[in-house]
């Protein structure tokens, strides 16, 4: 059998790739897993309740360099109502960790703007963790167009 010079770089290219496939799967399992290990960091183990915290992020952005997102938590600011810490976790980001916000009860209210890179089409997850130890969180899917995090 004769292999030219272009079939054997056809070879050597398709080899080297082999390593690198399912890469992009494998770096997604590892950034939700790790997401979920900051969650439960955040949460001190507590699984979190739905409601009182609302995240506002676009269905579908553009852009994933620049994604604007808003977290506000419905609390009387004051007491074992207070609000201490949002944190905001994208679950398909190479470094998940977005943001985290603290509040006191001189902030007036629990709420907070930013933008963000997403990577790819991901889960985006506010926590919210209360004076009295309870857990609140809410999540939304956004779907990126064009990657921002290297993509």
Partial sequence: MNINRRQALGLAAGAA????IGLS?????????EADQRIM?????????????TLTAP?????GNTVPVSVSVDSAMEGDDLVESVMIVADGNPNPA???FHFTPMSGEAAATSR???????????VARMKD???FMDKKLVKVTIGGCGG
């Fill in 17 to 20: 790739a082999i390593p690198f």
């Fill in 25 to 33: 799967a494998r770096s997604a399992l590892a950034a939700a897993a």
């Fill in 41 to 53: 960091e955040f949460t001190g183990g507590k699984t979190p309740e739905t409601g009182k915290i």
């Fill in 59 to 63: 269905e579908i952005a553009e852009n």
């Fill in 98 to 100: 977005v943001a985290t």
């Fill in 116 to 126: 963000m890179r997403l990577a790819q089409t991901q889960n985006v997850i506010a």
């Fill in 133 to 135: 130890g309870s857990v």
